[in-house]
């Protein structure tokens, strides 16, 4: 298979890349064979097709799997909970901290992302869907 790779250098680079737009999570997606990627790419992870396109995910999804960590890291007091939240509309898989009230989280329950204040670590978590968007569980 011969693949043109050029189109991917015009591609910003990696940290220049928006990873969000201030309400959902910004990745790529393949033109020709769909695959999704976040952060995004500048070439597809599944086809090797240069340049996907920028897209704007859904900022709901459904958390697959999770589990709590008890070693605190810079920025995040222990212990706090980790998942993996697949994001509705055809969106990728995406690795985040899930906060909840009195840590009532669980896999397969609805959630949706929470963009961060600038500067402010981490840059991105997800609540469950009913929960109001001011909360921030877990800080």
């Known amino acids: 298979m011969s693949v043109d790779l050029d189109a991917a250098l015009t591609v910003?680079?990696?940290?220049?890349?928006?990873?969000?737009?201030?309400?959902a999570l910004v990745g790529s997606r393949c033109g020709r064979c769909g695959a999704v990627s976040f952060p995004a790419r500048a070439v597809c992870h599944a086809c090797a097709t240069a340049g996907p396109a920028q897209e704007v995910f859904a900022p709901t999804g459904v958390l697959i799997t999770c589990t709590t960590v008890h070693v605190a890291r810079p920025g995040l007091q222990a212990p706090y909970t980790l998942g993996q939240v697949v994001l509705d509309d055809a969106g990728p898989m995406v690795f985040g901290q899930v906060r909840a009230p009195d840590g009532g989280v669980r896999a397969g329950m609805p959630v949706r992302v929470v963009i961060a204040a600038p500067g402010e670590t981490p840059r991105y978590w997800f609540v469950p869907q009913d929960e109001p968007a001011s909360h921030r569980f877990g800080r």
């Open 12 to 23: 910003p680079r990696t940290a220049e890349r928006p990873r969000d737009d201030g309400r």
